[in-house]
């Protein structure tokens, strides 16, 4: 299911389009989602962030896909 909670196939096609409006200093992401097993025509919407004043801080987090991800055997 689509985070937004549209039902969808593997069929699903999304475009999306990312831009700053340099009015409101907003970052805007404009999406439009295709599904001919679940819906007709093009399923539309846009989401609005603020922008945010901190500097980009890498996070030293630790990678859990692979052989990181694999729990002891109890």
């Known amino acids: 299911m689509h985070q937004g ?12 389009r990312f831009y700053r409006d340099m ?7 404009e999406y439009a989602l295709t599904d001919p097993d679940y819906f007709v025509g093009t399923h539309t919407g846009v989401d609005y962030m603020e ?16 052989e990181n991800n694999i729990r002891p055997q109890e």
Do not use: K, W
């Open 51 to 66: 922008m945010s004043a901190a500097p980009y801080e890498p996070f030293d987090c630790v990678e859990l896909s692979g």
């Open 23 to 29: 009015e409101t200093n907003e970052l805007v992401r």
């Open 5 to 16: 909670g549209v039902q969808h196939s593997a069929n699903l096609h999304v475009v999306e």
